[in-house]
T-cell receptor, first 113, second 111 residues
Framework: DADVTQTPRNRITKTGKRIMLECSQT?????MYWYRQDPGLGLRLIYY???????NKGEISDGYSVSRQAQAKFSLSLESAIPNQTALYFC????????????FGPGTRLTVL | LAKTTQPISMDSYEGQEVNITCSHN???????ITWYQQFPSQGPRFIIQ???TKVTNEVASLFIPADRKSSTLSLPRVSLSDTAVYYC????????????FGKGTRLSVIA
């Protein structure tokens, strides 16, 4: 969905490097999410945000941090990247009244060497 | 959130109707049933949501029995382009706990 954009789309980095993935949305949605997907597996929630002042950990938050700089922007950081963080990362948004309808970005493919 | 169980994979020939069933025995009164579709290397896409009975849109139909402990996503006359992973999720529309995506059902459509 072009309303949710992610940068970069692809990134190769080395173990120990700090990396930031960015997500922007023009939908005006309150809630934003970060997921990771590993081959053959479903999506696992890393962090989610209900609004600028409300950040919550998901099921696999260790090794990650996030920042909700504005309603439209939600960034995911890997403070010290490790190879098992190699994955496809998706950002998503949703809004009232149906938070179950999430709109996903195109994904960022991250490789940690 | 209610746990969901769905088949890991299914195969179908083009032109057939495909039914994917999801079990959610512990569904709560205010939970809705939501299905997503994910093509390779793309983010999931919301396709349909329902609370009870039947819901139909241009993509699929969703059948929910009276006890709501299961649901069936029906894709009419599938084509090769329907090859994707389909996720069944259960949760309230306005809840504060995000939906949980399991591994989904990998549908392969064969010519």
């Amino acid at each position: 969905d072009a309303d949710v954009t992610q940068t970069p789309r692809n990134r190769i980095t080395k173990t120990g490097k700090r990396i930031m993935l960015e997500c922007s949305q023009t939908k005006g949605h309150d809630r934003m999410y970060w997921y990771r997907q590993d081959p053959g597996l479903g999506l696992r929630l890393i962090y989610y945000s209900f609004d600028v002042k409300d950040i919550n950990k998901g099921e696999i938050s260790d090794g990650y941090s996030v920042s909700r700089q504005a309603q439209a922007k939600f960034s995911l950081s890997l403070e010290s990247a490790i190879p098992n963080q190699t994955a496809l990362y998706f950002c998503a948004t949703s809004d009232f009244p149906n938070y179950n309808e999430q709109f996903f970005g195109p994904g960022t493919r991250l490789t940690v060497l | 959130l209610a746990k969901t169980t769905q088949p890991i994979s299914m195969d179908s020939y083009e032109g057939q109707e495909v039914n994917i069933t999801c079990s959610h025995n512990n569904i709560a009164t205010n939970d809705y049933i939501t299905w997503y579709q994910q093509f390779p290397s793309q983010g999931p896409r919301f396709i349909i949501q329902g609370y009870k009975t039947k819901v139909t849109n241009e993509v699929a139909s969703l059948f929910i029995p009276a006890d709501r402990k299961s649901s069936t996503l029906s894709l009419p006359r599938v084509s090769l382009s329907d090859t994707a992973v389909y996720y069944c999720l259960v949760g309230p529309e306005s809840g504060n706990t995000p939906l949980v995506f399991g591994k989904g059902t990998r549908l392969s459509v064969i010519a």
